[in-house]
Every structure is written in C-alpha cells, then in structure tokens.
C-alpha cells in the first residue's frame, strides 16, 4: 500500500504493538522514515551561509540569508548543547559573537553549526523579517 500522508503513514501504528510485533515495529520504522522525509525541507545538496543576523536583540533567534537566495530564521537555542556549546550557551555575549567562517556559522572559540543543519532546520523567513540593527 503507497502511503502518501502523514496520517495514513502512523495509522495503526501504536507503541505497544511495534513492542510486541516484530513486522509491525517494521512498519512503524518505515513509516517513521517516510514521514520524514516527506516533512523535511529540501535541503540543496551544497549549501553555503552568506550572512547571519540576529533578529531581535536578547534572543536567539538568527536571520540566515544562504548562496542559492534563500533567507531563513531559526531559533539556535535547541542547538547550543554539549561540552563545546557551555559558553556560548551560558553567556548571551559569547553568543553574540558568531560569524559566518567557510559558509558555515562559527564561534572564535572553534565550534561551528554545518550549513546543511542551519538550513534544514530553520524555517523560511517572513518578508517582513530584518535583522537588528547594530546602530544605536
């Protein structure tokens, strides 16, 4: 059976029979797959960041402008985890201080976020979004 929306693709797929079945654990793991790669955003095999922006002053959230024209906004909260992240997770000024180095976001500290990830996990950006101004 072609499955062709989210809805059909979990139907009947429960958590204790994916336990209990191995053929539905099967199925429940296609399906799984399916369903994300219909709800991922077509990410273009190379992609490489121009520019970086925060949108409003205070938050985490990063206007992204890409080399194929796209702009896209993405909230870098859930992203700045692990040993290598701890400053610039625990310190907004530390954050501040991303650049845009080889296409891919970076910190002077030596840790970056891939482009592909920025990209696939961001959202486009409405019209209206501009970054903030670092002017008074």
Known sequence: MWLDSPTALL?????????????TAARARQA????????????????SLLSARVVQPGTT???LEFDDGA????DLRPYL????FDN??????TFMEFRVDGGALA????????????????WPAPEATTPASDEP
């Open 32 to 47: 799984t797959r399916r369903l994300i790669t219909m709800l991922a955003p077509k990410v273009p095999d190379l992609v």
């Open 88 to 93: 610039v997770r625990n310190s907004y000024t």
């Open 61 to 63: 959230l990063v206007l």
């Open 107 to 122: 910190w002077p500290s030596g840790i970056d976020l891939s482009p592909r990830l920025l990209y696939g996990e961001s």
């Open 81 to 84: 985890w692990g040993a290598g």
């Open 11 to 23: 139907s009947g797929l429960t958590p204790a029979k994916a336990i209990l079945d191995p053929s």
């Open 71 to 74: 702009r896209r906004v993405i």
